[in-house]
């Protein structure tokens, strides 16, 4: 492997290719005619634009990416986290064109992408799991004894689902029809599948994943966990590595458990096992992400691996570079995503920023695409950085955050900065007492 093609714009691609200059690898970005000014464009060895702003005609369109990798030469191609990272079919054309793909097989990806599919892996693997149905379920009266036996409140989820889009909670046999129907047609208008599948619902559990690392050679890592419950409708906005509820017991556990999900099925590459925790600490699969995440850098920080540099080297085909029994957490990392944001509507506020002052000094690390005279574009993701803090405990890893959000200056735009500010000072967070309702139940 000599060259690789980011297929992916902002910080994601700006830490691509930093992993990538580090081991000596060429790189070539993509952009779309809105990313002419964009920081990927500038770092990298080549830049080739691939489209008009909109993502379906450049990020999203295959054609342009193949085209671009071709003309430049490539040997890799790395997806970064959304756009074409979980698309299959983008994986198997990368493979059919002799390109290395920088993740996982296209089978794997398509075989975790799909929720029912999953299921049965992580069943068959002995994962826990929540009561629930058999595969999709396909009739109302197929639904009702599902209902009948798992109970309620129960959720229904689209097969292709994610994002949390399309889910229907239901609490009562009466409303069962109804929800059901709704289901089913939101499976097919957003994903193109009509498949459902219906869980015992979880009213107010912790989000807890698992980092895998795992090579061609039959090592399987995992690297601890990140707790990543602090959302707002399914967007991610703090993340902490390790949950800070876990203990010794717990963590070896869960690693365990995605671990013999991975082996099962012969997972290579970097993945996420997602579960969900009950009040009472049981944990229950939820799904697998088959790519590197936003929140990586967390267990970068207390595992002392570059995640991302390990996913490359193991494209290429190398060996772990470290010991899978022994990998050694130490300290704790927490990450902000910083919004260009409407801090009362959370809407996106995209513009020039005017002036940045980037906060740094001891456990201070920033993963970002702005600088002072760049305009964020109003038709991508709003998220313009990520702030990871690293403390030997919690308490000083928090101290570092509220200290490194004081420094940080983004003029000309509006940001969430201080909605983490406050979010820092709250004494349940504080205290490590969150979940996925927090911030609908909690006043900042
Ligand atoms: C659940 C759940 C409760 N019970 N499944 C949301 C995203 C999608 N991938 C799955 N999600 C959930 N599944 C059962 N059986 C609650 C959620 C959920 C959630 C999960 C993780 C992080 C944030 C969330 C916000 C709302 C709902």
Same mark, same amino acid.
């Given at each position: ?17 930093? @992993? ?24 990298? &060895? ?40 979980? %698309? ?70 689209? @097969? ?8 229907? =909670?239901? %609490?009562?046999?009466?409303?069962? &029809? ?16 009509? &498949? ?62 995605? =671990? ?19 009040? &009472? ?7 697998? %992400? ?48 910083? %919004? ?69 200056? =983004? ?34």
């Amino acid at each position: 492997m000599k060259k690789v093609l980011i297929a992916n714009r902002g910080e994601i691609a700006v830490r691509v290719i930093r @992993a990538c200059q580090e081991l000596g690898l060429k790189t070539v970005a993509v952009y779309s005619v809105a990313d002419k000014e964009s920081l990927h464009t500038k770092i990298a &060895d080549e830049s080739i634009c691939i489209g008009p702003g909109p993502s379906i005609k450049s990020y999203l369109h295959i054609p342009a990416i193949m085209s671009a990798a071709e003309v430049a030469g490539v040997d890799a191609l790395h997806p970064g986290y959304g756009f074409l990272s979980e %698309n299959a079919e983008f994986a198997a054309c990368c493979e059919k064109y002799n390109l290395t793909f920088i993740g996982p097989k296209a089978e794997h990806i398509r075989a975790l992408g799909n929720k029912v599919e999953a299921r049965a892996l992580a069943e068959a693997a002995n994962v826990p799991m929540l009561p629930g149905s058999d595969g999709a379920v396909s009739s109302i009266d197929e639904a009702k004894k599902v209902a009948e036996k798992i109970g309620f409140p129960l959720i229904i989820k689209a @097969a292709a689902g994610g994002g949390g889009r399309g889910m229907k =909670v239901v %609490n009562k046999m009466g409303d069962l &029809d109804v929800q059901f129907q709704i289901a089913q047609q939101e499976a097919q208008s957003f994903f193109g599948n009509p &498949d459902v599948f219906i869980e015992r619902y979880c009213a107010k559990p912790r989000h807890v994943e698992v980092q895998l690392v795992c090579d061609h050679h039959g090592n399987y890592a995992h690297i601890g966990e990140r707790d990543c419950s602090i959302q707002r409708r399914h967007q991610k906005l703090v993340e902490e590595a390790p949950c800070p509820v876990f203990d010794r017991q717990k963590r070896d556990e869960i690693g365990q458990i995605a =671990v013999r999900l991975a082996k099962q099925v012969g997972y290579r590459s970097l993945g996420t096992v997602e579960f969900l925790m009950d009040e &009472d600490g049981s944990v229950y699969f939820m799904e697998v %992400n088959t790519r590197a995440q936003v929140e990586h850098p967390v267990t970068e920080m207390v595992g002392h691996i570059d995640l991302i540099k390990e996913q490359i080297k193991i494209a290429a085909g190398d060996p772990l570079s470290f010991d899978p029994n022994q990998v050694e957490l130490r300290g704790h990392a927490m990450e902000c995503r910083i %919004n260009a944001e409407d801090p009362d509507t959370f809407a996106p506020w995209p513009g020039k920023i005017t002036a940045y002052h980037e906060p740094g000094g001891p456990g201070v690390r920033i993963d970002s695409m702005i600088y002072s005279g760049y305009t964020v574009p109003s038709i991508y993701d709003s998220m313009i950085a990520k702030l990871i803090t690293y403390g030997k405990d919690r308490e000083e890893c928090i101290v570092r955050m509220r200290r490194a959000l004081g420094e940080m200056k =983004v003029d000309g735009i509006r940001t969430n900065i201080n909605f983490h500010l406050k979010l820092f000072s709250h004494p349940k967070f504080i205290a490590g007492d969150v979940s996925t309702k927090f911030l609908e139940q909690e006043t900042l």
